[in-house]
């Protein structure tokens, strides 16, 4: 079992910035893929973005792509989520997911097996 806590939520205006971080330990972070999915009030969890364990391949949303990235440093066992021209519909709490063995990519929530607490984000119109 892995355990990831993120930060870095917080308030911003639309069109602004923020950078989520999420701190994993207690297991062997380089060899997991890593995500991020979202909840909106009244909404389901969505999948957002995901990296490989070899930081070689990327995934997101189509609603995100041009505006976030995320990031890995193995060596810091973190994942980040650099969030550019942030929209009020990017409004949502943030998790962190491990991804649930080795090796497997995140696709889906079934891919994923550790989550973080969530961090709210909320961008202002």
């Known amino acids: 079992q892995v355990q990831l806590v993120e930060s870095g939520g917080g308030l911003v205006q639309a069109g602004g910035s923020l950078r989520l971080s999420c701190a994993a330990s207690?297991?062997?972070?380089?060899?997991?893929?890593m995500g991020w999915f979202r909840q909106a009030p009244g909404k389901e969890r969505e999948f957002v973005s995901a990296i490989s364990w070899s930081v070689r391949n990327t995934y997101y949303v189509d609603s995100v792509k041009g505006r976030f990235t995320i990031s890995r440093d193995n060596a810091k066992n973190t994942v980040y989520l650099t969030m550019n021209s942030l929209k009020p519909e990017d409004t949502a709490v943030y998790y962190c997911?491990?991804?649930?063995?080795?090796?497997?990519?995140?696709?889906?929530?079934?891919?994923?097996?550790?989550w973080g607490q969530g961090t709210q984000v909320t961008v202002s119109s």
């Open positions: 997911a491990a991804a649930r063995s080795s090796y497997v990519r995140i696709k889906d929530q079934g891919d994923v097996g550790s």
């Open positions: 207690g297991r062997t972070f380089s060899s997991y893929a």
